[in-house]
DNA sequence: ACCTGAACACCGTTCAAGT
DNA sequence: ACCTGAACACCGTTCAAGT
């Protein structure tokens, strides 16, 4: 099964099952024009994303990209921009899967509650985009659709835009640090390090924190409960 | 003034005024053991955070490094353990600017908000160490100490630690959040590309916000106050 | 239009040579 | 011990050549 074409792919360990992998394991492609095009800038994007979730954003090589989807990474340039335009493609995957414009008709605390937790669990699947996400400014339309639609949402049910868009920020924050604490591959606060190592707090809470990251939405979700609670006790007395 | 070793530098519009910048004016080092080391972990680190609060931590090479120091790069490995050994060393430096001792005295609300503050602000001078600190372990005995003196200034209170540390969690990445979001060089949320395309109420709220840079702490002091009445509410029924 | 191999500048790191 | 220049593997990107 091992072709010369695989070898990068082999090397992470991978044994991909989309089409795209599978297009890797045939034989090596010759130059000139294809009869059908290799590639479309969605299958770029879609197996950016998938190597960035196995393997981390820095994984995620023109060259690895490339060999993951059977071409040399010099093809790439002929679909997308560089490497920094797959930041932008990245995040819009992310950003459709829990983008929800119905939430502009729900009371604002459903709405609240609803994108708190949809925006929480999109980036708790792909936790290793969200160190470039968070830091490299928003260059899309769906996104700003999203965060417009947020915010449309607080408005329309008697929420200061501004007021909106703190409340939006610190949401956004709070959802990201959560989801990238407990569901990155490596923890921030390493139990194993923090054993004898003279904070016998830090050790005693963390101490069992790996065997709760399935608990880690119950936890944010508690917070993001008591966030609404506060925004509605000081909605009429800011 | 401009020397040959000094083009790195000089190619950036850096004109240093530090010791580490002169040394870099002087004339070319020789080869063979210095009779005094021109180096040491703290000047390297010193450097290092330096360059990455003006360039951005992407800026920050061996190269560029051991050139602001008046040294070629293969010199740092006598030093420090390679480019990686960087993010523990930056971290003890930001990390030391805030931590402090004395609040585990305090009434839990004082010591919350006084850790807060200090931690936000910290963060909001060294705004480019975020995206790098914030997502790699800690792996230093003095960001566990400071760790651990939050916790036990909460449950010499009558905190639970568990509780303590969800909260810790949840300022931290209130904290880290809007530093970096109100300071970083590239604003998230730029209002000159949010303009004309379609989220009015976005392009609305970030329109001015260039100028509320100033007011950007006021704003996280707000949120922070919301927070503390709101574990103060908590307190007895959770 | 779209893929390839060759080439270029850059980076982190290693290492023998020199003091 | 500690600095240097040379060398190595790797990376993103460009480009002429080929279909």
Redesign the interface.
């Known amino acids: 099964m091992q072709t010369k074409q695989g070898n990068a792919a082999d090397a992470t360990g991978i044994t991909g099952t989309t089409a795209a992998a599978i297009a890797a394991d045939t034989a090596p492609r010759r130059p000139g024009r294809p009869s059908r095009p290799a590639l479309t800038e969605e299958a770029i994007a879609k197996e950016a994303l998938a190597i960035i979730d196995e393997l981390g954003w820095a994984a995620c090589t023109m060259k690895l990209l490339a060999s993951r989807l059977g071409v040399r990474s010099p093809s790439l340039y002929h679909h997308i921009d560089g490497q920094h335009s797959l930041i932008d493609l990245v995040r819009i995957l992310v950003v459709r899967e829990f983008h929800d414009p119905a939430i502009v008709d729900m009371p604002w605390e459903d709405a609240f509650r609803t994108f708190g937790i949809g925006y929480y669990r999109a980036f708790a699947r792909h936790p290793n985009t969200?160190?470039?996400l968070?830091?490299?400014?928003?260059?899309d339309?769906l996104t700003?659709?999203m965060?417009?639609t947020f915010?449309?949402s607080m408005?329309d049910h008697g929420w200061d835009?501004?007021k909106?868009?703190?409340a939006m920020?610190?949401l956004?924050?709070?959802a990201?640090?959560?989801a990238?604490?407990w569901n990155?591959e490596?923890?921030?606060?390493?139990p194993a390090?923090?054993a004898n190592?003279?904070?016998?707090?830090?050790a005693?809470?963390?101490k069992e924190r790996t065997d709760q990251a399935a608990s880690a939405e119950t936890?944010f979700m508690a917070?993001l409960g008591?966030?609404i609670?506060?925004y509605r006790n000081?909605f009429d007395s800011p």
Not at 134 to 139: E, G
Not at 186 to 190: A, F, G, H
Not at 197 to 202: F, K, R, T
């Open positions: 969200i160190q470039v968070s830091t490299t400014p928003v260059r339309g700003l659709e965060y417009e915010l449309r408005v835009p501004s909106a868009f703190e920020l610190g956004e924050h709070l990201l640090g959560f990238y604490e990155a490596d923890l921030m606060l390493d390090y923090i190592h003279g904070a016998p707090l830090l005693e809470v963390t936890t917070l008591r966030h609670d506060m000081n």
